[in-house]
């Protein structure tokens, strides 16, 4: 069984920066960050296998970071020049499946975490 705990999220101003953490028991392959807004579907933001190959959507490449402490049991969201359209609530999730790569899809993920809101103004 994977428990996962979203930490972090809050407000800040477009160009500004926020780091999410989530705290994860359990065995993990891959493990991923998606983020969602009210009456849409839920968006991969990227995700981190367990060799440490990240991937990402087009739209964060080159402002935001995943990474996992050596022990795999934290995941990170490094969010650097926000824009309000980043404005969502965010989720870790992961599932234990071995893949070629980590899957792309909300519903291909077992484990979530509660979500952690993040807001960012113009």
Request: hydrophobic letters at 30%.
């Amino acid at each position: 069984q994977v428990r996962l705990v979203d930490i972090g999220g809050g407000s800040v101003q477009a160009g500004g920066s926020l780091r999410l953490s989530c705290a994860a028991s359990g065995y993990t392959y891959c493990m991923a960050w998606f983020r969602q807004s009210p009456g849409k579907e839920r968006e991969r933001v990227g995700s981190i296998r367990r060799d440490g190959r990240t991937t990402y959507a087009d739209s964060v490449k080159g402002r935001f970071a995943i990474s996992q402490d050596s022990a795999k049991n934290n995941l990170y969201l490094q969010m650097n020049s926000l824009k309000p359209e980043d404005t969502d609530l965010y989720y870790c999730a992961a599932h234990r499946d071995w893949a070629p790569s980590c899957w792309t899809t909300a519903p291909s993920y077992k484990y979530w975490g509660q979500g952690t809101q993040v807001t960012v103004s113009s």
